[in-house]
């Protein structure tokens, strides 16, 4: 029996995400970002197509590769303006039953204490349909914001993560029973205090000694997920996330990377199937492929030439405005520039890519690919991505907000669901048993975080 697909929408709590200069679109309406309509009609119409979550991307910088400024980025609101994602989160449970939020917060800036309260806040506030997407950052532009010259080297921060992901379980697992919490009137007891215990931790990175501040939540430790396939990430992801976020252009560059994450996942002693992958994908749907192929060509008249490239820029930290438009792609001779080139041309490795061509390439929906039809031809596209690289799902980038996401409810999941590929309706209970069935509302072994439950510390 062929597998579930799993849908996840991709967003941000800024103007036009991935796909720069399309807020200029008249349909667009993702500059409403900061009106909390905006956000609880996205929500509804989420949850009417069945989408697992809303996962939240994040960063704490600007883009200022490009140039050697952010003007490029603030010209073109190349994910900037920013708000904070996880205070949109209890408004749009409010309005909604079962869709999941996956929300990002970079822990290399976020004290692992108060952050650990929020975030079984949010697990309280949502019934349990909180996870967090663990990043630890990748702007210079945040590391300055928070003080530093500079951020610390890429695998120094995944050791600083470990340390904070075993104080944070230690908090969310071991603190408090489930059963501290009494609420009996007649004697006057909220809590029992001999089932809530102190946590001490000393780690390399980290020192603690608090009781953690919430109740148990229903999913005590959020779900986890996580995005980083460098060797070092792939590791870390191995030890912990339950959900990986990967992008690349196509299902040769994928493939292998899933492979390796499912290898990681085994080496760290778990079962390599427990861990869902997702990719990025951008889809433009009509009615025929005609009409979809017709929406696409009027989509590419709103792209932002210069802020796809400040979106670039910041990603591989080569600052393309040093290049002509038309200059051809491999006279970028650093190291860098290659690498960073890599996912682009593997999309097409036969084509000789100039600077301007690579800025319309990912100016609709970034790195990602990039699928356009009428529903047959787009799940065909899907169903074929999903058996050549192995993925669970997809987190599915928009163009036009809420256009795009709209399409998929109305075209895409009636389709994916007669094929048998697509959920008919939510599983009961948390966003985890939604995710991996009922009854695993809590982490289970061998995850390392049920190695600090009610561990006494």
Known sequence: MAREIRLNAFAMNCVGHMSPGLWTHPRDRSSDYNRLPHWLDLARTLERGRFDGLFLADVLGVYDVYGGTADAALRHAAQVPVNDPLLLVPAMAAVTTHLGFGVTSTLSYEPPFPFARRMSTLDHLTDGRIGWNIVTG??????RAAGRERQTSHDDRYDVADDYMELVYKLWEGSWDDDAVLRDRARGIFTD???????????????????????????????LYQAGSSPRGRAFAGEHAECVFISGPSAKVIAPRVAALRSAVRAAGRDPESVLIFSMMTVILGHTDAEAEARHEEYRRH????????????????????????????????????TAMDNVSRADPDRVWTVRE????????GIGPLVVGGPERVADAIEGWVEETGVDGLNLCY????????????LLVPELTRRGRYKSDYQP??????????????????????????AGF
């Open 193 to 223: 205090p001999a089932k809530v215990r102190r946590v001490r931790h000393d780690g390399p990175h980290f020192k603690l000694d608090a009781i953690h501040l919430a109740e148990p939540s229903p999913q005590r430790t959020p779900v």
């Open 399 to 410: 163009a036009v907000l809420p256009e795009s996401f709209e399409d998929v409810v109305e």
């Open 303 to 338: 792209v932002s030439h210069e802020g796809a490239l400040a979106l670039m820029s910041g990603w591989t930290g080569v600052d393309f405005s040093t290049y002509d438009l038309d200059q051809q792609v491999r006279h970028v001779e650093n190291d860098a520039g290659r």
């Open 138 to 143: 990748y702007l210079d532009s945040a590391a």
């Open 429 to 454: 209970g948390t966003l985890r048993e939604k995710l991996f069935g009922e009854g695993r509302a809590r982490l289970t072994a061998p995850h390392p975080a049920v190695a600090h439950r009610q």
């Open 358 to 365: 690579v800025a319309e390439h990912i100016g609709i929906g």
